[in-house]
């Protein structure tokens, strides 16, 4: 999205890999936004609990395999019950009543999509899933846009697998992308509650597109880009 951004690694030997929701929303809006330019972007995330580590996957399994058998099992990992449940709050909260992971995305998106003018709204959510994470994206922009190109620019997109299909089934879901590098769109269609408004649905491997492979990939486009630097490093 913004391997340019790496000629400035040298200063600090630093480079930031972004939080796992952020990445895979801004791979998909950067060629939404350089098409029609975003304006404002409201993002609902329903998050794996292994975003939380091993621990909270134990506590997924632990809790239940004990609801299965009448036991119980007090929360650890989480504020609340994960299992069979939903639990809207991922990270510290911040003074103005965001979550610190909420936070994490505004500032991130802007930062990384190169453009302080966007306007971004982030509600994160912790659902019982073990790997995978999804999300709804509701994007205004600056020009009109349809759907049908929307359609061509996710199939031109480099990391975007586009799935959408209107019939039962015809999207993905984060078991689905369990395991897989891309980021997966479905669900695209028209926002009719804005000016030039489009939403989609987003999925990607949480610990690949959103972690590892992203690290992989940035040190891939160093090495390309500034070969001899980064080795001298």
């Known amino acids: 999205v913004n391997a340019p951004a790496l000629k400035d690694y040298a200063k600090r030997n630093i480079i930031a890999n972004p939080n796992c929701s952020t ?3 801004v791979v998909a809006l950067k060629p939404l936004h350089e098409e029609a330019g975003i304006k404002r972007v409201v993002v609902s995330t329903y998050q794996s609990v292994s975003g939380g580590g091993k621990e909270a996957m134990d506590e997924l399994y632990d809790q239940t395999k004990a609801l299965y058998v009448n036991d119980h099992k007090d929360p650890m990992k989480f504020t609340k019950r994960i299992a069979f ?21 505004i500032q991130e998106t802007k930062k990384i999509m190169g453009d302080e003018s966007i306007a971004v709204a982030a509600n994160c959510v912790r659902v019982p899933t073990f790997v995978g994470h999804g999300e709804f994206v509701n994007v205004e922009f600056n020009k009109p846009i349809d759907v049908e190109t929307v359609y061509e620019i996710f199939e031109d ?20 992308c369990a395991g897989e590098d891309g980021v997966y769109i479905s669900r695209v269609k028209k926002d009719e509650s804005v000016e030039n408004g489009i939403s989609f649905w987003c999925v990607s491997d949480n610990l690949r597109k959103g972690a590892a492979l992203n690290a992989v990939q940035i040190a891939e486009a160093l090495i390309e880009d500034f070969g001899l630097q980064a080795k001298a490093a």
């Open 23 to 25: 990445i895979q929303m």
């Open 85 to 105: 449940n939903v639990i809207p709050h991922i990270d510290v909260f911040m003074d103005d009543g965001n979550t610190k992971e909420e936070w994490k995305m």
């Open 157 to 176: 997109a480099e990391g975007i697998v586009l799935a959408d299909r209107r019939e039962d089934g015809g999207y993905v879901t984060p078991a689905e």
